[in-house]
T-cell receptor, first 113, second 116 residues
């Protein structure tokens, strides 16, 4: 079956530090990969996505590259801000016509001034 | 509406009582999903509705759980005879198409259910 493994948090960084949140996956076929973000008190929001190998998703300074050879989709940001404090979820969608997202457990990021 | 709306935002109930959770999807979104997020866990798929097709109920954890949706409008998730292990955040999402591959889903803020 499909599964997503994320690095466990919480992660605490100082403002302007470099961020990496690791995500690896197991899936049949060629999944689409997503990062969702959940800010305090809000619903999950799609942060970025990649639908095929070597695609790079990017948004709000965050990037993730779909690496088929390592089955990974690590999230990176060069300089985090306090406003990036949130829980980040890696997810995949696998198979034609698929609609069930498989999520990782989430990584809580706290950025301190 | 502008987003997916869920109510109530918080619900505390006594063990054994029934609860009903509501989701208002984005207008025009044909697909609607319910997920459950237990503390320290990832999101678990519960049920999926697509238009007037038969729903995919494969994720419902027991027969105490049921959900309804009329057409492409509001959905309700009902949990009968609640147990403490039902305590979780219940998230609803909607999307304009069958798959979220190109669009992703839009999630609501969730209902935090606590069974005491």
């Amino acid at each position: 079956g499909n599964s997503v493994t994320q690095m466990e948090g919480p992660v605490t960084l100082s403002e302007e530090a470099f961020l990496t949140i690791n995500c690896t996956y197991t899936a049949t076929g060629y999944p689409s990969l997503f990062w969702y973000v959940q800010y305090p008190g809000e619903g999950l929001q799609l942060l970025l996505k990649a639908t095929k190998a070597d695609d790079k998703g990017s948004n709000k300074g965050f990037e993730a590259t779909y690496r088929k050879e390592t089955t990974s989709f690590h999230l990176e940001k060069g300089s985090v801000q306090v406003s990036d404090s949130a829980v980040y979820f890696c997810a995949l969608l696998s198979g034609a016509g698929s609609y069930q997202l498989t999520f990782g457990k989430g990584t809580k990021l706290s950025v301190i001034p | 509406g502008a987003g997916v709306s869920q109510s109530p935002s918080n619900k505390v109930t006594e063990k054994g009582k029934d609860v009903e959770l509501r989701c208002d999807p984005i207008s025009g979104h044909t697909a609607l999903y319910w997920y459950r997020q237990r503390l320290g866990q990832g999101l678990e798929f519960l049920i999926y509705f697509q238009g007037n097709s038969a729903p995919d109920k494969s994720g419902l954890p027991s027969d105490r759980f049921s959900a309804e949706r009329t057409g492409e409008s509001v959905s309700t998730l009902t949990i009968q005879r609640t147990q403490q292990e039902d305590s979780a955040v219940y998230l609803c999402a909607s999307s304009p198409h069958l798959t979220g591959t190109n669009y992703g889903y839009t999630f609501g803020s969730g209902t935090r259910l606590t069974v005491v």
